[in-house]
C-alpha cells in the first residue's frame, strides 16, 4: 500500500485521497462518512472507476488516514492509497456523491460472500420486517458478483436494476450511519425479489424424500435429504450421476462435526465468510452410503444465503442436505427461470425460483486442507473475481486455459483475475459459457488484452479460439503452465523447480504425452531435467477411466505380458489389449503420473474401471494408513528418467491397504530423490499438477523435501489441476511478450 506518513500531514488542511482496491459494494462510503463525522471533517467522497475517491477538509487528516488503514470494512481490501495536498477551501459537512465512471475501470467488485450474523439475526427475529425474508442483505454480505452487469457497482448496473426499493428500504439505502446504506441488492419483502415457493413447501417435499431444484446465487442447486437413502439413490439415477461423491450443507459447525471428523484448520475454513465446501474425512454411517458413493471422505459447507439458513430454522429442519450443481452431464449451470423448468423437469419433484436474475454463472468453490492450510480444489463463489496479486505489473493478456477444468485468466496491471470454473471443452454446451465468461470478465475489467495464451494443443477448443482472436499467440506447454500458475501465486522469480505430476498434457516436441515432469522455469521457458519413465496407455485416451489396462501395460513392461489375459481375463477385451501392447498398436507412450495412480490401482484391484476422472487413485488415497518406503522400489537412468517399475512389481498380488502405503510412501520418497540427484542442491521447488490434490502425496513431498532443507510451495489461491492452468499461461505470456518487447 502507498501512502504518504502521516506525520508529514500533520499541517495538511485539505487533500485529495485515491483509494484502489476491492472498495465498492463492501460499506466503504458510509465507514468514510462516519470517521470523517467522528473526526469533524468535511469534503465528500465518492465512487469512481478506478476504485473511491475522497476530498477531505479540517485538522484531524492524519488521523483519518490512520482509520483508513486500521479500520476499513471486513469486506474492503485496500491496494493503494495515494494522498495529494491541495490549499483549503472552507468546506463545510461531508457529503457522498454520485458515482463517476469516467476512463478505463482499474477497481473491481467483490465476491458474493454468505450473510453476515446482523442479517441473521433479522431473518431469526419474529419482530424485524424481514423475518424470514430469503433475499435479506446489506453492505457486509450478500449477492455481488453474480448480480453485476458491470461497474462502478451501482444498483443500476446489477440484477435489482427491476426493482423499485420501498420507502423505509429508501431511508436505510440513503442513511450513511445505516449498515445498508447503498447496499445494492438491499431489499424486503414489500420491495424486493420473491419466491416461487413457500420454505414450508420446500421443507415438506425434502422431508417427504422429493429431489428440489432450489435456484441460488450462481445457479440451480439439486437438494435432497442426505439422510435418505433412496432419494439419493434417486437423484444419482435422475441426474445419470453413478459414482462421483456429492457436498453436504448442515446448519452449523456443531452440526458439521457430526458427520465428519474435522481438524480447527477445517472448522476455520467450513467458517469463512466465502463458505467453500470442505473436503474431510466422513463419519461412518452419518449420511446415506450413495452421497460419497464409498469415498471415505466428504465436501461439507454451510448456509451462506438467508434462504438457505431458513430452511434449517424453525419446524420440520433435516440434519443434512445433498447440495449439488443442477446441470446435466456436459452442460453448464442452469441459471434462468425457464430453461430450469425445460431442463429440469425430468429430475426434480419441484422447482423453486425467485425473480431476480443471475447474470454470472458461479459454482459452489471447494478446498481441503493440506498441510494446515486450505488449498483451492475448485476457485468460484466467494473467491471470485477476486485478484491474485502478481509480482510486477505486466501487459493485458488474456489466457484461455487448456480443455478439462477450464478456466480463463486476464491480467490488469500487477492483478491476475481467474475466472470461475467454464467445464470441460469437450462437453455439449460448454463452447457457449466459455465465450460468455470472456466477454464478461473483459468487460467488467474494462481490460482490452494486447495478446492471448493458450495450451499447446492443437485440438482442444481453446487453441482455436485464441487463433481466431487476431491477436498474437503465446503457445504455453502444459506443464510449464502448471509451475508458472504456482510461480505467479507466490511471487516467485525464476529460476524454480518443479514437480508437475497430473494426467495429461502435450509435450514440448508437441508429440508426446507427459505427465510426470522435472522441470526447470524461468521467464525465458523451462528445461525438462528429467521424466517419469513411460508406460504404453493400450487404447490411448480409453486407459484414463480403465486402471485395468494401465496395470496391463504395467505387466507389458515388466517382461509378464504374456499373463495380461489371464490376470485380467473378466475385463472384456483382455486379449486385445495383450496384443496391442505387444505389437505397439494403439498404446502410446505417456509419462503421466496420473497413468502411474492408475496402474498401481489395477494391480491393487481398487478400482477396475473409473467413471469419471481421478475416481480410482481417490480410492486408493483413501486406502493409506501409513505410508512406507519401498527401499528398492525405483531407479534413476542416465537421462533423468525414473522408474517405479520395482514397485509396481511388488504390488501384484499384495493386499490392497498395504499396496496403498507401499505406493505412495516409495513414490514419494522417489520423487524427492530423483529431484535432489537431477538438480544441484535446490533450495526450492514448485509443486503443482491435479495428483497434488491427493493429500498423502503433497503433504509427503512437503515433509520429504523439508527433511532435505528444501522449501516447497504447493498451489493455494488456484487449483493444482488444470483449473489453474489459466493463471500460468497469463504469466508465461506475461514474460515473453514484455521480453520480446509487446
Known sequence: MATQPTSLLQDVERVHIAVRGAVQGVGFRPFLWNAAQDLGLSGWARNTSDGVEIELEGLSIAQFLGRLNQDAPPLARIDDIQVKALPPEGSDGFKLRSSEAKGAVTTCITPDMATCDDCLADISDPTNARFGYAFTNCTNCGPRYTITKALPYDRAQTSMA????????????????????????????????????????????????????????????????????AAVATLRQRKARDAKPFAIMVADRWSAVSFAEMSPAEQAA????????????ALAGAIAPSVSAGLP??????PYTPLQHLLFMGENVLPALVMTSANLSGQPLVID???????????????????????????????????GAPAIFRRARGYVPAPIKLAQEVPPILAVGAHLKHTICITRGDEAFVSQPIGDLEDLGVAGFFEETIAHLTSLLDVTPEAVACDLHPDFLSPRHAEQTGLPVIKVQHHHAHIASVMA?????????????????????GASSWGGELLKVDAAGFDRLGALAPLAQPGGDAAARAPWRMAAAAFHALGRSPEIAEQFGE??????IQAMLERSVNAPETSSAGRLFDAACGLLGVKATASYEGEAPMFLEGLVTKPEIMPDGWTIDADGRLSLLPLLEA???????????????????????????????????????????????????VRGFKAHGIETYLPRQVPANDGGLSLGQAWVAAQTFTTAGG
Open 297 to 302: 471422505t466428504i465436501g461439507i459447507m454451510l
Open 162 to 229: 427491476d426493482f423499485e426499493m420501498c420507502a423505509p428500504c429508501q431511508t436505510e439505502y440513503d442513511d450513511p450511519a445505516n449498515r445498508r446504506f447503498h447496499a445494492q441488492p438491499n431489499a424486503c419483502p414489500d420491495c424486493g425479489p420473491q419466491l416461487s415457493h413457500s420454505i414450508a413447501d420446500i421443507k415438506a417435499a425434502l422431508q417427504s424424500g422429493q429431489i428440489v431444484a432450489l435456484k441460488g446465487l450462481g445457479g440451480f442447486h439439486l437438494v435432497v435429504d442426505a439422510t435418505n437413502e
Open 489 to 509: 501465486e507466490h511471487r516467485l522469480a525464476g529460476p524454480c523447480l518443479g514437480l508437475a505430476l497430473d494426467g495429461f498434457g502435450l509435450g514440448g516436441d
Open 571 to 576: 475385463q472384456s477385451g483382455a486379449d486385445v
Open 270 to 281: 467450513l467458517l469463512d465468510q466465502r463458505r467453500p465446501i470442505v473436503i474431510c474425512k
Open 337 to 371: 427461470n425457464e430453461e430450469a423448468e425445460e431442463k429440469l423437469g425430468d429430475i426434480a419433484d419441484l422447482i423453486v425460483t425467485y425473480n431476480r436474475d443471475i447474470v454470472v454463472r458461479c459454482d459452489d468453490s471447494v478446498v481441503r486442507v493440506i498441510d
Open 651 to 701: 504390488l501384484i498380488g499384495c493386499d490392497p491397504e498395504r499396496g496403498a502405503n507401499l505406493f505412495h510412501g516409495t513414490l514419494i520418497a522417489a520423487l524427492v530423490d530423483w529431484t535432489i540427484v537431477r538438480t544441484d542442491a535446490p533450495s526450492h521447488v514448485a509443486l503443482s499438477g491435479g495428483c497434488l490434490q491427493n493429500r498423502v502425496l503433497a503433504e509427503g513431498l
